[in-house]
């Protein structure tokens, strides 16, 4: 099964299929003394048959069919590459060139600096640059970097703050945009971003909250929809930092290339003050609070439109702790138009209370569109309940496939509740269900993980706060995971570094194998030791400003920020390690590509596929045998091949092959 969907995972592909698409990447080695050359598998090339041939000044200098990247002698430093790719009968199908090595193993981009700020009150507010996004957002074929200057004075509480500023940079340091969300946005971790091709025109959208106050890319006011007639000197925040009853609050479309305001439409539900937003034996919502309806988050979502047309759509949400709303709107390059509204105000019912600090999106069900899953409730396509567990809030959530025996994909999610059941718990993505529940030791378990880590175990390990040991899916006791270099870590993130088919752990700007031997972290990347800088954001969280497959072969990149001698940098990390294995570029997985597009949302969490890499070759190997046998060997293997609707099909034991992808039916 798990070639059937890497073969299937083209339909939601965030890149056209020519050009710039296949990533072509060099840079110097980390020790500096090769060029390390790196580029794309997609998902419709043949697994087993496609031929990557590499030019250096025109000279071929690699011919590969088993990996997407290689190593050149140091004399190629100043050579021009390029990249061709051949399928099975030798055609060329892609080809990228005008590639260049950079002086580093880290690409470096310069940014511009918003300016200070200063508030009502006379206090300078400074920025830093905080979470990213990547699309193509001009539809050039490379993916920008989407990214917000964070305020000094953002914080955890509802109080006004310098304004948001998003910018947009394309790899090479060209700005191509900059909106400021105004005055009237609280900034901070309530600001969720979405980057997307929307409409489906080749380049990407941004859609996120506005107010009066929001002045798109061209330094103008919004002015469509219901922000025609606003008046955009007016604050709608009160002295306590509350946006009030009076306050405007809409949803807005910006142009991808330009940043231009393209619609603009009225939020739902807009903000009321009322002490339902309940936060605790002594705090409610009220004129001088404002904290718990005051959380809005997003996400991209494929679901089913006017005609049963799948189409990818922004998914709004508010509220995590008690009432909670969610919203689904479409963009077809014209107007963004409500596809359906959930309410969830009554206690025990919906996904009321059930909300995490962010959103994971995928094909919970199998129906083949997505559910949101917002912590520890999921809803459905259609805006209606999937399943909800009752456990209530947890800041941590993860989607993959992370139990080998248990059919689809696994939901592993951190609960904070004391009343809850478990401190931790493995759900059934598509029902709920509690595969493995941990027992409530009495607190808030605050951070957990879901990681392959340990080739000795099927599945996925887990860990989290409240339990010392790394443990299997199945929750069998590893090993303390506190322990070697990671000895004074949060648990942050997972990553795809050193190149075998196993999740290392990212956490404060290093990265550590599992030795399953020693039963200890080693310590593989620590980024700020090579004189780029590397800092965190989000505090206690000690978030990369962005982890995903940006560029380069199927392993991640992770993007941080350093301020040198004034000025301010994205510093985007890669690997220079070899590796033997090829996989798609993981965005052409829905559920990593998903996972890119909400990762800036509310408390970031990282990135997973949608399959098990592991399980991807361990098929891989199953069926190379098949799809080599020809002429007579084919009949005396048992091996029966056929056409079905213009393919090639190989078939054996009655299983199904589609030889073009090698998609299983």
């Known amino acids: 099964m798990i070639l059937a969907v890497v073969a299937a995972m083209c339909i939601t592909t965030a890149v056209a299929e020519s050009g710039k ?5 060099a840079c110097k080695t980390v020790d500096g003394k090769q060029v390390f050359v790196s580029w794309r598998m997609r998902a419709t090339d043949h697994p087993l048959n496609t031929t990557y041939r590499l030019y250096a000044d025109g000279e071929l200098v690699k011919t590969l069919t088993d990996r997407t990247n290689t190593t050149l002698p140091l004399s190629k430093a100043t050579a021009t590459l390029r990249l061709e790719v051949a399928d099975q009968s030798g055609t060329v199908i892609d080809s990228q060139e005008g590639v260049t090595c950079d002086d580093n193993f880290f690409h470096r981009i310069k940014l511009e600096y918003p300016g200070d700020y200063a508030m009502g009150d006379a206090t300078t507010v400074t920025y830093t640059p905080n979470d990213c996004s990547a699309y193509d957002m001009d539809g050039d074929g490379e993916q920008e970097i989407i990214m917000k200057w964070e305020p000094s004075n953002a914080g955890a509480d509802c ?3 310098g304004p948001q500023i998003i910018d947009c940079y394309k790899l090479n340091g060209t700005r191509l945009w900059r909106i400021n969300l105004g005055p009237n946005i609280i900034a901070g971790c309530r600001v969720t971003f979405l980057c997307y091709d929307f409409d489906g025109d080749g380049r990407g959208e941004l859609i996120t ?19 025609a007639t606003a008046n955009h000197s007016l604050s709608s925040i009160n002295s306590a930092g509350v946006i009030t009853n009076g306050g405007k609050e809409w949803l807005t479309c910006f142009d991808g290339t330009t940043g231009r305001e393209l619609a603009t439409v009225d939020y739902w539900p807009l903000f009321s003050i009322r002490s339902e937003w309940y936060d605790g034996t002594d705090k409610t919502d009220g004129a001088n609070y404002g904290h718990r309806g005051n959380w809005m988050k997003g996400c991209v979502a494929f679901l089913p439109a006017e005609g049963g047309k799948v189409v990818p ?6 509220g995590i702790y008690t009432y909670s709303y969610a919203a689904a709107w479409t963009w077809d390059g014209q107007q963004l138009t409500n596809l359906w509204k959930h309410t969830s105000d009554k206690k025990g019912q919906g996904i009321y209370a059930e909300g995490a600090h962010s959103l994971t999106v995928g094909d919970l069900d199998g129906d083949g569109y997505d559910e949101i899953m917002v912590g520890a409730a999921a809803l459905d396509h259609d805006g209606t309940l999937l399943w909800r567990t009752g456990l209530g809030h947890g800041d941590a959530t993860h989607l993959g496939d992370f139990v080998a025996d248990n059919p689809g994909m696994e939901v592993f999610i951190i609960t904070e ?3 809850a059941t478990y401190d931790a718990a493995m759900l059934d993505a598509k ?4 595969l493995l529940g941990l027992p409530q030791t009495g607190g808030d378990t605050g951070r957990g993980m879901a990681l392959d880590c340990d080739e000795r175990y099927e599945g996925a390990e887990i860990m989290e706060w409240s339990n010392e040991n790394l ?8 090993a303390p995971w506190h322990i070697g270099s990671t000895k004074s870590s949060s648990i942050n993130y997972r990553i795809y570094w050193d190149g075998d088919l196993l999740d290392e752990y990212h956490d404060r700007s290093h990265v550590d194998k599992w030795n399953s031997t020693t039963q200890t972290w080693d310590r593989q990347m620590t980024f700020y030791s090579y004189g780029g800088g590397a800092s965190t954001i989000n505090g206690s969280k000690y978030n990369p400003n962005l982890q995903c497959d940006l560029y380069g072969d199927w392993r991640e990149e992770a993007v941080y920020w350093t301020k040198q001698d004034a000025d301010y940098y994205l510093n985007i990390y890669t690997t220079t390690m070899e590796s033997s294995y090829k996989l798609p570029w993981l965005r052409d997985d829905h559920v990593y590509d998903m996972a890119v597009a909400w990762q800036n949302c509310g408390y970031n969490q990282p990135p997973h596929l949608g399959y098990s890499p592991v399980a991807y070759y361990k ?5 190379s045998g098949i799809i080599t046998v020809t002429g007579d060997a084919s009949e005396k293997a048992g091996v029966r091949k056929y056409l079905k609707d213009g393919r090639l099909l190989i078939e054996k034991e009655g299983i199904c092959y589609h030889v073009d992808g090698i998609r299983r039916e």
Do not use: F
């Open 159 to 161: 109080k006004a703050t």
């Open 313 to 318: 759509c922004a998914v709004t949400v508010r």
């Open 21 to 25: 698409s296949r990533g072509l990447w």
């Open 619 to 623: 098929e891989l190997g199953e069926v």
């Open 209 to 227: 909250k506005t107010a009066q106050g929001t002045k798109d890319a061209t330094e103008a006011y919004l002015s469509k929809g219901p922000a």
């Open 431 to 434: 029902t709920g269900k509690v």
């Open 417 to 419: 509740e004391k009343t």
């Open 471 to 478: 443990m299997t899916c199945k929750g069998t006791a590893i």
